[in-house]
């Protein structure tokens, strides 16, 4: 791979794991041209649609608030906060952007573990890569290389990681932000051991926090430790040999089970990126298939709201377990809640940024319908499936099955709606016309010899002084 270098000795600790040695040698060995076209342009789609809910993010209340603290603390300007246009330290940076990426709960996931790689990545790359003068080949490299050493850090220790209450777009994104800052940073591999080892002390976030505002500080938080920990690695700052496997490390306090074959397993042939979807709702994403199933009552049974009687979901067990607030009080909180989720599906037929308002979660006639609809845990049914059966007033019935969710990699979001849903986010920030313009300078990523367009592009219009 790469120009031919592979691990030696020397390199590594002869305690750290095999397994970790081989992730970390196979991360510092690949160069975006080792990376498949189509492994480049998956990426670049991650990439503008993080931008998107970025920016979709910046003026909520939880960003305006980091935000704040930001500006009171100050920083050296080293990187831009999108949007806002502040220049402040990598961290400070990372910090913002990663907690407005994610506070929409818009951002793609990792299906099969339910990580949201890209916030957390982006947030300390695009920091890190702006301050050093990074190429957009750069940063592309560090986000695919990032990825698929997050995800597989996430599935060596999902489901029971996730089951005992961590919520690993904080635990396992803080290693993907790590791994894309070092590299951003040409750490050499023992550097990029230490600097993985710095992440996964720092990782952290419970699932308690769904439904609040704190739910985002898990990625902004991973986006600015992960930073940390490599710009601390290339100071000679050290971390313990074996940091993710090693008999009090990552994986046995924070998984009853680990399976770290998944860390190398495939390296290189099977790539993790094409195990990301991206969202078309802004919810929690084991919610999609249910509304996906209600959407399809509306338009394609015909089915009204004034028609329902009731309505049963049959949904993956996660969907009880993750989204089963049944009376939410806030916008956020109704992203955690599928019954809200499926009445606004079918009263609004949609499931955007602005369905997940306080106003509207308390709406009376969503309070109503919300109430007709009865979620139901079926182990049989996978978690992008669904089934939804309306009842009806007049006594019949309709019965709808999704087989795979909208946005989902086996039913994929295609590149005319991605682009709907960037500028559909974008354009109420930067203007129709800026928007476009940071949608084709995202489309020639590769092409960017800094990112200082991209950037740039990024950043709100000020309004003309009089």
């Known amino acids: 791979m790469g120009d031919g270098r592979s691990a030696r000795a020397g390199w590594f600790d002869d305690r750290t794991a095999d397994e970790t040695r081989d992730l970390v040698d196979w991360a510092w060995t690949t160069s975006f041209d080792d990376l498949p076209g189509e492994v480049v342009a998956a990426s670049k789609r991650l990439i503008l649609d993080h931008f998107g809910v970025a920016l979709g993010g910046i003026d909520h209340e939880a960003s305006l608030a980091a935000l704040g603290v930001l500006r009171e603390l100050g920083g050296t300007a080293q990187s831009t906060v999108l949007g806002h246009g502040d220049r402040t330290s990598v961290t400070n940076a990372a910090l913002v952007n990663g907690i407005s990426s994610h506070v929409l709960d818009f951002d793609d996931t990792h299906i099969a573990t339910i990580l949201h790689p890209t916030g957390p990545i982006m947030a300390a790359a695009l920091a890190v890569g702006e301050w050093r003068g990074r ?5 592309l490299r560090a ?36 791994t894309a800052a070092a590299l951003l940073c040409e750490l050499a591999p023992g550097q990029l051991v230490h600097a993985l080892g710095m992440a996964a002390t720092q990782a952290a976030g419970h699932r308690e926090q769904f439904g609040s505002m704190s739910k985002s ?21 050290t971390a313990a040999p074996d940091s993710l496997q090693g008999r009090r490390g990552m994986f046995s306090i924070m998984s009853t ?30 919610a999609h298939p249910p509304i996906d199933a209600v959407r399809q009552l509306r338009t394609e049974r015909g089915v009204a709201p004034q028609d ?3 309505i049963e979901l049959r949904v993956n067990p996660q969907v009880i377990e993750l989204t089963g607030k049944q009376e939410p009080r806030t916008g956020l909180e109704g992203k955690f809640s599928v019954a809200f989720c499926a009445a606004i599906a079918m009263l609004d037929g949609a499931a955007g940024p602005r369905q997940f308002s306080d106003d509207v979660v308390t709406r009376p006639d969503v309070v109503a319908l919300r109430d007709r609809i009865h979620p139901e845990a079926d182990p049989g049914v996978g978690n992008s499936q669904a089934v939804a ?12 099955e999704v087989t795979a ?8 979001m295609s590149t005319e709606d991605l682009h709907a849903k960037f500028l559909d986010l974008a354009a109420p920030v930067l203007g129709e016309r800026q928007a476009d313009a940071l949608l084709a300078t995202a489309e020639r990523l590769e092409e960017l010899e800094s990112l200082d367009e991209l950037v740039a592009a990024s950043v709100r219009p000020q309004p003309a002084r009089a």
Request: proline fraction near 4%; charge should be neutral; glycine fraction near 14%.
């Open 135 to 139: 190429s957009g080949r750069d940063l």
């Open 257 to 286: 089970g680990s399976r770290p074959a998944t860390l190398r397993g495939g390296l290189g042939s099977e790539w993790e990126i094409f195990a990301v979807g991206i969202k078309p709702y802004s919810c929690g994403v084991v």
């Open 308 to 310: 329902v009687a009731s």
């Open 405 to 412: 969710a909208s946005g989902t990699p086996e039913n994929p």
């Open 389 to 400: 059966v309306a009842r009806l007033v007049n006594g019949s019935e309709e019965r709808v």
């Open 143 to 178: 986000h695919v290389v990032a990825l698929e050493v997050a995800t597989r850090v996430s599935r060596a220790i999902f489901p029971e990681h996730y089951d005992a209450g961590w919520h690993n777009s904080g635990t396992s994104g803080t290693i993907g932000a790590a």
């Open 217 to 237: 500080l898990h990625v902004g938080k991973a986006g600015a430790n992960g930073a940390l920990a490599a710009l601390l690695a290339a100071r000679g700052f």
